[in-house]
C-alpha cells in the first residue's frame, strides 16, 4: 500500500531519446514535486504542482515538461535526452505546500549512455 | 545560492554513541525539516522545527534551532547499526516562495 510509487524504477537509455516517469500518490495530498537528486547526493527540486497548477518551476531545461492529469499524478516527461541528465529523480507530496512535510517516492534511477 | 550548508560531510561512529549533525542556512526560515535517506531509497521525514521553537524532540531524535546563528543540529542518541543513512535538513525560505531547499547531507555510519 504504497504512499508515493513511481515508475519505472531504472531507466537506462541512450542519448536523445525521450522517456516518462511517473508518479502516483494515494494520500489525498493537494502538492507535489520533482526533485533531482546528482552523484553527489545534491537533491534539487525542479517542479511542484497544487492541484494540477504549476507553482514552482525551477531553472529547468524545457526538454523537461511536467504534466499533472490530476491532483493524484504527477508525470514527468523529458524529450532528447543527454548524458547529464542522468540521475535519481524523486517525485514526492505534502498536504500543505511546502509547509509540512514531504512524502518521497523511492526515486527513479536513470542512466543516459 | 539558497541551499543550506551540512557538516560533517561524513561521520562514522560506534553503536551506542551518539551523533550530532549541523546544518546552517542562509536568511530567513518559515521551518527546517530533517530527512534519512538509505540508500537506495527514497527520503523519510524525521522532524520539523518551526522557526519560533527552539527545540524538539522525537525519540532518540533531538533537534535544535538557533535562528539567531541561523544553524540547526540533529543529535542521534544512543545509535544503532539501523541508524547508517544519509541525513539531509531541508530549509523553508520565507522569501522564495515555499520552496524546500535541501542541504547536501551527512552521510552517517554506525558500526557494530
Known amino acids: 500500500d504504497t504512499a508515493v510509487s513511481q515508475t519505472p524504477k531504472y531507466l537506462v537509455t541512450q542519448m536523445g531519446n525521450d522517456k516518462s516517469i511517473k508518479c502516483e500518490q494515494n494520500l489525498g495530498h493537494d502538492t507535489m514535486y520533482w526533485y533531482k537528486q546528482d552523484s553527489k547526493k545534491f537533491l534539487k527540486i525542479m517542479f511542484s504542482y497544487n492541484n494540477k497548477e504549476l507553482i514552482i518551476n525551477e531553472t529547468v531545461p524545457n526538454r523537461f515538461s511536467p504534466k499533472s492529469p490530476d491532483k493524484a499524478h504527477l508525470n514527468l516527461h523529458i524529450n532528447s535526452l543527454e548524458l547529464g541528465d542522468s540521475a535519481v529523480y524523486f517525485c514526492?507530496?505534502?498536504?500543505?505546500?511546502?509547509?509540512?512535510?514531504?512524502?518521497f517516492g523511492e526515486g527513479s534511477r536513470l542512466t543516459v549512455l | 545560492s539558497q541551499q543550506g550548508e551540512e557538516d560533517p560531510q561524513a561521520l562514522s561512529i560506534q553503536e551506542g554513541e551518539n551523533a550530532t549533525m549541523n546544518c546552517s542556512y542562509k536568511?530567513?526560515?518559515?521551518?527546517l525539516q530533517w530527512y534519512r535517506q538509505n540508500s537506495g531509497r527514497g527520503l523519510v521525514h524525521l522532524i520539523l522545527i518551526r522557526s519560533n521553537e527552539r527545540e524538539k524532540h522525537s525519540g532518540r531524535l533531538r533537534v535544535t534551532l538557533d535562528t539567531s546563528k541561523k544553524s540547526s543540529s540533529l543529535l542521534i542518541t544512543a545509535s544503532r547499526a539501523a541508524d547508517t543513512a544519509s541525513y539531509f535538513c531541508a530549509v523553508l525560505y520565507m522569501e522564495y516562495g515555499n520552496k524546500l531547499v535541501f542541504g547536501a547531507g551527512t552521510i552517517l555510519r554506525v558500526k557494530s
Open positions: 514526492a507530496s505534502s498536504q500543505v505546500r511546502a509547509a509540512g512535510e514531504l512524502f
Open positions: 536568511t530567513s526560515i518559515n521551518n
